[in-house]
């Protein structure tokens, strides 16, 4: 199976604070690599697809990068509807598996 | 608008059997890779299976906790997937989400329903 190393586990920010988390695989996935974003009580929603595409509808704060085995996600200004739970998952090969996700926490 | 509205979640006993649907409106169902993922209480996310559109050989996968003991199945005429989980574990307590997934696009998981909750529990 394919591990996702996600880090940090946790992050304390501001409002208006640049926050990069990052996913490593244990194997080479090309770009079959997407980001979900989870608020507590509520179903994990799309923001980034194929390492670096933006779902439509997201803000353009968000955003991807990273191919092979290193990825990253990067809110370049955190909002306060931001504050949330971030997970990486790979489509590569089965079984697609997640990430353990990044708690971003008001600070 | 797409819509994905899971049903069916309940308390089950070990060793018991439940049923979960996923009603799916918004689009055409025939044609639409479908999921299931869950998430047991306070932990992250876990990718259950995956069904193919019949069009596309209809194909199901499932991870290796459930698989042998969950079945995947698909109506297209009632644009609905079933998971019929089967010998369940107090291990299978979750949230169960049903999604689509975007084969020819994304490669992700698109559209969400709200859950399910089942609890296995004596």
Redesign the interface.
Same mark, same amino acid.
């Given at each position: 199976d394919i591990q996702m190393t996600q880090s940090p586990s946790s992050v304390s920010a501001s409002v208006g604070d640049r926050v990069t988390i990052t996913c490593r695989t244990s194997q080479v996935i090309a770009s %079959?690599l #997407?980001w *979900?974003q !989870?608020k507590p009580g509520? #179903? &994990?929603?799309?923001l980034i697809?194929?390492a670096s595409?933006l !779902?439509t509808g997201v803000p353009s704060r968000f955003s991807g990068s990273g191919s092979g085995t290193d990825f990253s996600l990067t809110i370049s200004s955190l909002q306060p509807e931001d504050f949330a739970t971030y *997970?990486c !998952?790979q #489509?590569n090969t089965? &079984? %697609?598996?997640?990430?353990?996700?990044t708690k971003v926490e008001i600070k | 608008e797409v819509q994905v509205v899971e049903s069916g979640g309940d308390l089950v006993k070990p060793g018991g059997s439940l049923r979960l649907s996923c009603a799916v409106s918004g689009f055409t169902f025939s044609d639409a890779w479908l999921a299931w993922?869950r998430q047991a209480p306070g932990k992250?996310?876990?990718?259950v299976g995956?069904i193919r559109s019949k069009s596309d050989d209809g194909t199901v996968?499932y991870?290796?906790p459930v698989k042998g003991r969950f079945t995947i199945s698909r109506d297209d005429s009632k644009n609905t997937l079933y998971l019929q989980m089967n010998s369940l574990k107090t291990d299978d307590t979750a949230v169960y989400?049903c999604s689509t997934?975007?084969s020819g696009?994304?490669?992700?998981?698109?559209f969400?329903?709200?859950?399910t909750m089942v609890t296995v529990s004596s």
């Amino acid at each position: 199976d394919i591990q996702m190393t996600q880090s940090p586990s946790s992050v304390s920010a501001s409002v208006g604070d640049r926050v990069t988390i990052t996913c490593r695989t244990s194997q080479v996935i090309a770009s %079959w690599l #997407a980001w *979900y974003q !989870q608020k507590p009580g509520k #179903a &994990p929603k799309l923001l980034i697809f194929r390492a670096s595409t933006l !779902q439509t509808g997201v803000p353009s704060r968000f955003s991807g990068s990273g191919s092979g085995t290193d990825f990253s996600l990067t809110i370049s200004s955190l909002q306060p509807e931001d504050f949330a739970t971030y *997970y990486c !998952q790979q #489509a590569n090969t089965f &079984p %697609w598996t997640f990430g353990l996700g990044t708690k971003v926490e008001i600070k | 608008e797409v819509q994905v509205v899971e049903s069916g979640g309940d308390l089950v006993k070990p060793g018991g059997s439940l049923r979960l649907s996923c009603a799916v409106s918004g689009f055409t169902f025939s044609d639409a890779w479908l999921a299931w993922v869950r998430q047991a209480p306070g932990k992250g996310l876990e990718w259950v299976g995956r069904i193919r559109s019949k069009s596309d050989d209809g194909t199901v996968e499932y991870s290796a906790p459930v698989k042998g003991r969950f079945t995947i199945s698909r109506d297209d005429s009632k644009n609905t997937l079933y998971l019929q989980m089967n010998s369940l574990k107090t291990d299978d307590t979750a949230v169960y989400y049903c999604s689509t997934y975007d084969s020819g696009g994304s490669g992700a998981f698109d559209f969400w329903g709200q859950g399910t909750m089942v609890t296995v529990s004596s």
